[in-house]
């Protein structure tokens, strides 16, 4: 799963809660002098229909790539700000019991055009990061591919057996055939097995070269071990998601399941 676009950068952070707090200001000003509401019950409106939106814009992040079509979208933003529309007359209601003044009805247009617009504007921003990623991953993918085929040259015929991993004072000797799938770690790879994970100071490269060919990288940061794959699947447009028998779900890039269906013959 791609880590959170706002948890990877501290600009992104500040850049997104001064544009949040800025379309607050806008729905309150706009309420407020425009609407003729009263301060408060403009700031109670404004909050309570935008954060559920932004909440539901944040998690938007981890799902997006399973709606593959623009029907699909328009449906998630409607059915958003339709909720934050709910949430929001409960609020109205609360601090202004007296429904005779103010008709909440009045509203709704000028705050579903802003949260509509804040939805469209955020969704193309995910889709333009999901593709800078994904172009990002193949060339870095082609690059240690390119690196890897030369050292396969030398050291083709030398295939990892086992894999000795210390940890703390306990030396683990784990056969290749038990490990499901490999991860990039930073500096270190993790390895992970049906009886736990390990972690060893050695590179993406070095295995992929060195590990049996029933091995293999289905993108920059994962080394699966196919005889463990029980199904492979498209996960959104230009990437595919890779199941393991026990479950577990791995992404792979559109060079990895090309290398994926070599290999297997599928």
Sequence with gaps: MLKHPFKESFERKITGVATSLSMIALLWFTLAFYGQT?????????????????????????????????????????????????????????????????????????????????WIVTIQWYSSISKSIQSDNEACYEEDEADTNDENGVIKNE??????VKEGSRIHIIKTEEVNYIQAYGDYVMLFTANGKHIKEQTMKFFEANLPDTFIRIHRSCIVNSEKIQRAELFGKESYSVYL????????????????KERLHF
């Design 159 to 164: 295939k990892l057996r086992q894999i000795t």
């Design 38 to 118: 009263d301060t408060l019950t403009a700031f109670a409106i404004s909050i309570s229909y935008l954060l559920p939106l932004y909440s539901a814009l944040y998690y938007y992040w981890y799902i997006n790539s399973y709606f593959k079509n623009l029907a699909s979208k328009t449906v998630v933003a409607v059915l958003s700000t339709i909720l934050s529309g709910a949430v929001s007359y409960a609020f109205f209601a609360f601090f202004e019991p007296s429904i005779h003044k103010y008709n909440f009805s009045l509203f709704l247009p000028l705050m579903n055009i802003i949260g509509l617009s804040v």
């Design 245 to 260: 028998n026990d479950g577990v779900c791995l992404r792979a890039s559109t060079s990895g399941y090309k290398l994926l």
